[in-house]
Structures are given as C-alpha cells and as structure tokens.
C-alpha cells in the first residue's frame, strides 16, 4: 500500500517529470533542426569563398613567337596523310600543282 505523504510527493513530482519527458523527446528534432541550420550557413560561407590557387585553371602567357614555335610543333607531330588532307589538291596528277611553261 502507498503512504499519503508517498502519494503526495509524486504528485508533486509530476509536471517535473512530465517536462522532462518533453524535453528528452523534443530535443532530437531540435538538435536535427540545428544542424541543418549550422549546414545551411555553412554552404553559404562556402558558396562565398574563393577558390584555392591549385583548383583553378592555370593561364600561360605566350609571345607571337612562342605561339608560332608551338604551331610547327604540331604539324610536325601530324601524320603524313593528314598534312596531305590538309592541303587543297591542285591540278595535274595526284593533286601536283607544277604547271610546265616550256613548250
């Protein structure tokens, strides 16, 4: 059997205990509610800072003359066939363009 002062003292106790419980089952959804937010302002911050310099595209300056050295470079680098493909086939046999004036 319960004492009257046992009985009492829980009665007591009660909205204590029932805040508590509040508390231990509302505060996942806060901290989760938090942590979005602490995410959410976190991407704004990065959306907002600049680029580290090694992620960022590197730019080569070069002079007419570098670029020109760089152009027969690469049409020494191509293939015989494409060099021939590249050029326009002129008149005569096999694309030739040597015209004999000697008569």
Do not use: C, F
């Amino acid at each position: 059997m319960v004492r009257p002062v046992d009985m009492q003292d829980n009665y007591s106790k009660a909205p204590l205990a029932g805040r508590q419980q509040h508390i231990q089952q509302v505060s996942p959804e806060i901290a989760q509610r938090q942590a979005a937010l602490q995410q959410a302002r976190q991407h704004q911050l990065d959306q907002t800072r600049a680029l580290p310099a090694d992620n960022r595209d590197e730019v080569e300056l070069q002079t007419d003359d570098q670029r020109q050295q760089e152009q027969r470079r690469r049409r020494r680098r191509q293939p015989v066939s494409d060099q021939e493909d590249a050029t326009p086939p002129g008149p005569g046999p096999a694309g030739s363009s040597h015209i004999d004036l000697t008569a």
